[in-house]
C-alpha cells in the first residue's frame, strides 16, 4: 500500500501494517518535520516491513541524487519507537547536510551542555554514546567519540523535540532541550 504524506512523502507499508502506526504515529511525525528540512534532506520515501529481528536493525536510510528513503522494521517494535526512529533517519540525514557555520553552532551548544555537567539526553543512543566519551579522561579526549556522540545527540534531539517540544519545555530540561530545538530548526 502507498499513500502520501506531508512534504509529498510517499508511505510503502507492507500489508497487515497496522492503520494505527500510520494514522496516529507516522503520519503526525512526517508533519512535525519543518518543512525546510524536509526539502533540504529530500525526504520522499518511508518505508515500513517487519523486518528481521535477528539483525537488530532497527532502520536504514539512503540519500541520493536529493533524494531520502528510509526503511524502518517494525517487527516486535513499539508505535512509538517506529516513530522516533523514523525522526531519528531525518537527523542523521540533516547531519550530513549541515554547513560548518551549523556544525560550529552544534559543537558550542554541547560545549555548554558538558560544561554545565548535564548528564541526560533525550535519545538512548545519543546517552550511551554521551557515557562513553565521559567515561574518562583519554575517552574524552577521543576525537571519534565526540563525533559519534555529536551526530547521535544531534539526529535524537534535532527532529524528536518537534514533537516533544509541548511536554519537554515544561521539564526541568527545558532550556537545554529547547535550545536544541531552535538550533536544529534553524538548520531548515
Given at each position: 500500500m502507498g499513500t502520501r504524506l506531508a512534504h509529498n512523502t510517499e508511505i510503502v507499508s507492507a500489508p497487515g501494517t497496522s492503520g494505527g502506526l500510520i494514522?496516529?504515529?507516522?503520519?503526525?511525525?512526517?508533519?512535525?518535520?519543518?518543512?525546510?528540512?524536509?526539502?533540504r534532506v529530500g525526504l520522499r520515501r518511508v518505508s515500513l516491513a517487519p523486518g528481521?529481528?535477528?539483525?537488530?536493525?532497527?532502520?536504514?536510510?539512503?540519500a541520493a541524487e536529493g533524494r531520502l528513503d528510509i526503511s524502518i522494521a517494525t517487527l516486535g517494535r513499539r508505535h512509538h519507537d517506529i516513530a522516533m526512529e523514523l525522526l531519528v533517519c531525518v537527523g542523521q540525514a540533516l547531519w550530513e547536510e549541515l554547513h560548518e557555520a551549523e556544525r560550529r553552532a552544534w559543537w558550542l551548544l554541547l560545549d555548554v551542555e558538558i560544561q554545565s555537567d548535564f548528564k541526560g539526553e533525550i535519545d538512548e543512543q545519543a546517552l550511551r554514546e554521551k557515557s562513553a566519551l565521559l567515561r574518562g579522561r583519554v575517552s574524552a579526549r577521543s576525537s571519534r567519540r565526540l563525533e559519534r556522540y555529536g551526530q547521535a545527540a544531534f539526529a535524537g534531539t534535532g527532529l524528536s523535540t518537534s514533537i516533544l517540544c509541548g511536554m519537554t519545555c515544561?521539564?526541568?530540561?527545558?532550556?537545554?532541550?529547547?535550545?536544541?530545538?531552535?538550533?536544529?530548526?534553524?538548520?531548515?
Amino acid at each position: 500500500m502507498g499513500t502520501r504524506l506531508a512534504h509529498n512523502t510517499e508511505i510503502v507499508s507492507a500489508p497487515g501494517t497496522s492503520g494505527g502506526l500510520i494514522r496516529d504515529f507516522i503520519r503526525p511525525a512526517v508533519r512535525a518535520i519543518p518543512f525546510g528540512i524536509a526539502e533540504r534532506v529530500g525526504l520522499r520515501r518511508v518505508s515500513l516491513a517487519p523486518g528481521d529481528e535477528e539483525s537488530g536493525v532497527a532502520s536504514r536510510w539512503t540519500a541520493a541524487e536529493g533524494r531520502l528513503d528510509i526503511s524502518i522494521a517494525t517487527l516486535g517494535r513499539r508505535h512509538h519507537d517506529i516513530a522516533m526512529e523514523l525522526l531519528v533517519c531525518v537527523g542523521q540525514a540533516l547531519w550530513e547536510e549541515l554547513h560548518e557555520a551549523e556544525r560550529r553552532a552544534w559543537w558550542l551548544l554541547l560545549d555548554v551542555e558538558i560544561q554545565s555537567d548535564f548528564k541526560g539526553e533525550i535519545d538512548e543512543q545519543a546517552l550511551r554514546e554521551k557515557s562513553a566519551l565521559l567515561r574518562g579522561r583519554v575517552s574524552a579526549r577521543s576525537s571519534r567519540r565526540l563525533e559519534r556522540y555529536g551526530q547521535a545527540a544531534f539526529a535524537g534531539t534535532g527532529l524528536s523535540t518537534s514533537i516533544l517540544c509541548g511536554m519537554t519545555c515544561m521539564s526541568a530540561k527545558a532550556p537545554i532541550t529547547c535550545r536544541r530545538r531552535v538550533l536544529s530548526a534553524d538548520s531548515g
